[in-house]
């Protein structure tokens, strides 16, 4: 038995409420250390004379990397408190009682040697907006969606896909242009938008701030913002914005008075200056996004900044009834004002939407008191490398994927926000190298997958384009110069995604089989009594990939490549890039 490598605290994803009568317990421990584990628990006040009364409940595998198995049991305590160890059992024949003073042979008498969870409160139970987990994003840069309104275009502005997209130029994308094509996200099955930000700002992408109060004129006015709102809400599709409060632009005006009066100006505290006089240029001597002279970092800690940006967030939800807010930089602002800001738009709206832009693990910010959720990068980053570009196989991928599931609460997964691109990222099909096939099993896992799915805007038409700018480039509107095969499919994933419960963010998902050799995987999605067994090939070679969960079966194939074929032995015969879905009868 690896003892150093067993490992458990009564905090984050290995001890949390599940529900408000149920809590989760995970230990970790080296794979294929233990042949078994079980969870000595019970009532921190029941003894009987000097000795405390415990029970033990098996504990099962959750997931396995080549390093390590995830240990995982449900207990409801019948008085909402637990004390509790481990009793582990190698393939040896070795045993050890783990508990947080360290491994014993036997069972500790003494009751403070084992773990505490002093009180399941309610109030500490993870809560998001349920219908996230049903919801399918679309994610719009409005500059380069649709020109609706040429009267209000900016100057100098282009011909509609006429240009290479630069992080300078202007085609005059606007909200009437994004409401006169709402019906075709409709059809599509959107039913969520997420906005790159909308605000006055001074380049095209806008998350240089100038008034975090005003529209930018390039897209409309706030009369044709709640028109766009009240359309999409009208068509079942939640709105989210985009909020810059980690930075703002250089011409916010908060940010010119420093600039004008130095160390005399009201604002000098609102930002991170190092002396005065103020020195943008290519060392600025204050705080910036990135090296970004011309984003100085806001100071979140300061009241008078705190109580304006919370007034600005409650403002879009009040006036406006947006149910998100997309948090753009969110790990680079404090933790305490992200719980001020959580407290204060809950209380408008308790099922708004809160989304914070985070590329590594986030455990921190979602421990119910911050965020709903994070963009889930490390997703996108496994789907992309195993699927897209073949950098890393299929042993790799399942690896991952069970660290990404086993990185958050169960109750948190759902409500990840899963991407395989964005205006931050090359395109898909640039990503799989122009390689459609693969980019359609991409599309398959990331919408069979638990969380909340997105798309960007263009990727179902088969759009490409490189890093930024080149991924920013006009929607092309052209039916004869877009991909209406993958929009097809992509439109009918989405469809059952809605029909079928397994299929979306309520099906468990759980890798059955891999195979190095075909580059092949197995998954299943269940919920309640429905069970989906996916199986992919993901080869550029025709498999027969053997499924003993299927040999014998009444299978019903719900979405499948047209070339699979399945025996009664559980053989299914896929073409490359194929795949297939049973629902098991």
């Known amino acids: 038995m690896i003892k150093e490598a067993i490992y458990h605290k009564p905090i984050n994803q290995y001890l949390y409420n599940y529900d408000n009568e149920t809590v989760h317990i995970m230990l970790q421990a080296k794979a294929k250390d233990l042949k078994s584990v079980s969870l000595v628990y019970g009532d921190p006040y029941d003894f009987t004379g000097e000795n405390w009364n415990y029970k033990l409940k098996e504990m099962y595998i959750s997931g396995q990397t080549e390093s390590l198995d995830y240990w995982k049991v449900e207990i409801k305590p019948e008085f909402r408190r637990l004390r509790y160890g481990f009793y582990c059992e190698s393939f040896d024949g070795e045993i050890s009682y783990f508990t947080e003073r360290g491994h014993y042979s036997e069972a500790p008498k003494a009751i403070g040697y084992y773990f505490c969870l002093p009180y399941l409160h309610e109030v500490d139970t993870f809560s998001a907006p ?40 202007y085609f005059g994308g606007d909200f009437q242009g994004i409401i006169d094509h709402l019906d075709y996200l409709s059809d599509l099955g959107i039913n969520g938008i997420y906005f790159t930000p909308i605000f006055k700002a001074g380049s095209n992408h806008k998350y240089d701030t100038i008034d975090y109060f005003e529209i930018d004129p390039q897209f409309g006015d706030k009369e044709k913002l709640k028109e766009l709102v009240t359309a999409c809400h009208k068509r079942g599709i939640r709105v989210m914005l985009d909020a810059v409060f980690n930075h703002s632009g250089f011409y916010f005006e908060q940010f010119q008075d420093v600039l004008e009066k130095g160390e005399a100006s009201q604002y000098k505290d609102w930002f991170h200056i190092y002396d005065f006089p103020v020195k943008p240029g290519e060392k600025p001597n204050y705080d910036t996004f990135g090296f970004v002279a011309n984003m100085p970092k806001l100071n979140t800690a300061n009241p008078e900044v705190k109580e304006y940006l919370l007034k600005v967030a409650r403002y879009w939800i009040e006036e406006f009834d947006i149910d998100g807010w997309r948090l753009d930089v969110a790990n680079e602002v404090d933790h305490a004002f992200w719980r001020e800001f959580r407290h204060e738009v809950k209380q408008i709206k308790p099922d708004v939407y809160i989304l914070g832009e985070i590329w590594h693990d986030s455990m921190r910010w979602l421990q119910g008191d911050q965020f709903d959720a994070v963009m889930n990068y490390p997703f996108t980053d496994s789907v992309i490398d195993f699927f897209g570009n073949h950098s890393i196989d299929v042993k790799q991928f399942k690896n991952r994927l069970t660290e990404i599931m086993h990185m958050y609460p169960e109750n948190v997964q759902n409500y990840l926000f899963n991407l395989l691109d964005s205006h931050d990222t090359p395109r898909v099909l640039t990503l799989a190298n122009q390689n459609k096939d693969r980019v359609r099993l991409m599309y398959l896992f990331l919408l069979t997958f638990i969380g909340s799915p997105c798309i960007y805007y263009g990727d179902e038409i088969g759009m490409d384009g490189g890093g930024d700018p080149g991924c920013r480039a ?70 027969i990939i053997t499924v003993p969960e299927l040999a014998g079966q009444a299978t019903q194939p719900i979405f499948a490549d047209q070339a699979a074929e399945l025996d009664e032995h559980g053989q299914v015969q896929l073409s490359n890039y194929g795949f297939q879905c049973y629902k098991i009868q």
């Not at 049903?134 to 006429?162: H, K, M």
């Open 130 to 169: 349920n219908w996230v987990k049903d919801t399918v994003w679309y994610q719009i840069f409005p500059e380069r969606f649709a020109n609706g309104d040429p009267s209000i275009n900016p100057e100098g502005t282009l011909p509609w896909g006429e240009h290479d997209p630069t992080p300078t130029n």
């Open 474 to 543: 006009c929607m092309e509107w052209d039916p004869d110069k877009q991909d209406l095969d993958l929009r097809q499919f992509i439109q009918n994933l989405i469809q059952l995604r809605k029909e079928t419960p397994a299929f979306g963010a309520e099906g468990r998902f759980e890798f059955l089989h891999i195979f190095e050799e075909s580059n092949s995987i197995v998954y299943q999605k269940q919920t309640g009594n429905e069970k989906l067994i996916f199986v992919i090939n993901n080869s550029d070679q025709e498999q």
